[in-house]
């Protein structure tokens, strides 16, 4: 079982900066994927950022070039770094585990608040 708590959000100016961050305990930390996913009342929840065990990186077309996902192993956390934030950019943030060997499994935070206004 994983426990995954996330942290950093809050309320930013368009073009701000915010990090977030995602301490994971239990499980093998290193066997598992870490995704970003952000969701909006009323919207489905959307990949934001994904890293993988080794490092490899993915981002959706909204954040590329803003947004940088990074993980440090030994503390067990993962980092979602977001600058030039915009209003669309508002929304509940969740991190999530998913582990990269059978069985498949598939953990979730509580998620983080970011609003993004004037």
């Known amino acids: 079982q994983v426990q995954l708590v996330e942290s950093g959000g809050g309320l930013v100016q368009p073009g701000g900066s915010l990090r977030l961050s995602c301490a994971a305990s239990?499980?093998?930390?290193?066997?598992?994927?870490m995704d970003w996913y952000r969701q909006v009342p009323g919207k489905q929840r959307e990949l934001v950022a994904a890293i993988t065990s080794s490092g490899s990186t993915n981002y959706a077309d909204s954040v590329k070039g803003r947004f940088t996902i990074s993980r440090d192993n030994a503390k067990k956390v993962v980092y979602l770094q977001m600058n030039s934030l915009k209003p669309e950019d508002t929304a509940v943030y969740y991190c999530?585990?998913?582990?990269?060997?059978?069985?498949?499994?598939?953990?979730w935070g509580r998620g983080t608040q970011v609003t993004v206004s004037s």
């Open positions: 239990g499980g093998i930390f290193s066997l598992y994927t």
């Open positions: 999530n585990a998913e582990r990269e060997l059978l069985p498949r499994l598939m953990y």
